[in-house]
């Protein structure tokens, strides 16, 4: 069973740095792309950032391009999110999503964590 | 950026009625269109990929259609486990974008 477990999330005051993770388990983690999207309070679903399969593909969404930084360690199975120079307006529950890809080059996330809180506040 | 619109933003519908959520994309996105499932302190799920199918384990009472610019999720005959919100998401280009959600309450 595909298993993804978010942690890091917590409290922290605009302009601080949190380092988000992401264990997987249950399947071949190198052999798929992984990604961060969030959930602000009352509003919908964003996608944040996406890194490859040995990392050679990074994309991040343009409103934290400049201060969230993805990586991942294949030898662990785990997926990262450094955060810094936070701002209120990230406040949100982080989401780890495995990227698929079907027989026909659909792509869509069919495996989600459950999701880490972050709160940026004074 | 492409932008996913989606309509309407809430709906009530008794157990049994048909309910109709659109999404409109602001560019042609072929069939690169997927929806998924929310329910508060849960893990979106996927239920649509590719615009018309059914992700593995979803009930058939959901359908999707549409191409190009304009998406259809139907619900047939919703059921009580039915009512969550409801987002589609492209799939096209990146930045991947969401419709803004349609909440479908009980009546």
């Known amino acids: 069973e595909v298993q993804l477990v978010e942690s890091g999330g917590g409290l922290v005051k605009p302009g601080g740095s949190l380092r988000l993770s992401c264990a997987a388990s249950?399947?071949?983690?190198?052999?798929?792309?992984m990604n961060w999207l969030r959930q602000p309070p009352e509003k919908g679903l964003e996608w944040v950032s996406s890194v490859s399969t040995s990392s050679g593909y990074i994309y991040y969404g343009d409103s934290v391009k400049g201060r969230f930084t993805i990586s991942r360690d294949n030898a662990k199975n785990s997926l990262f999110l450094q955060m810094s120079s936070l701002r209120p307006e990230d406040t949100a529950v982080y989401y780890c999503a495995r990227g698929d890809i079907s027989a026909s080059g659909w792509k869509f996330f069919a495996h989600w964590g459950q999701g880490t809180l972050v709160t940026v506040s004074s | 950026d492409i932008q996913m619109t989606q309509s309407p933003s809430s709906l009530s519908a008794s157990v049994g009625d048909r309910v109709t959520i659109t999404c409109r994309a602001s560019?042609?996105?072929?069939?690169?269109l997927n929806w998924y499932q929310h329910k508060p302190g849960r893990a979106p799920k996927l239920l649509i990929y590719?615009?018309?199918i059914l992700q593995r384990g979803v009930p058939s009472r959901f359908t999707g259609s549409g191409s190009g610019t304009d998406f259809t999720l139907t619900i047939t005959s919703p059921q009580p486990e039915d009512f969550a919100t409801y987002y589609c998401?492209?799939?096209?280009?990146?930045?991947?974008?969401f419709g803004q959600g349609t909440k479908v309450e009980i009546k």
């Open positions: 249950g399947f071949t983690f190198n052999d798929y792309t």
């Open positions: 560019q042609s996105i072929s069939g690169h």
């Open positions: 590719g615009a018309a």
């Open positions: 998401q492209q799939s096209y280009s990146t930045p991947w974008t």
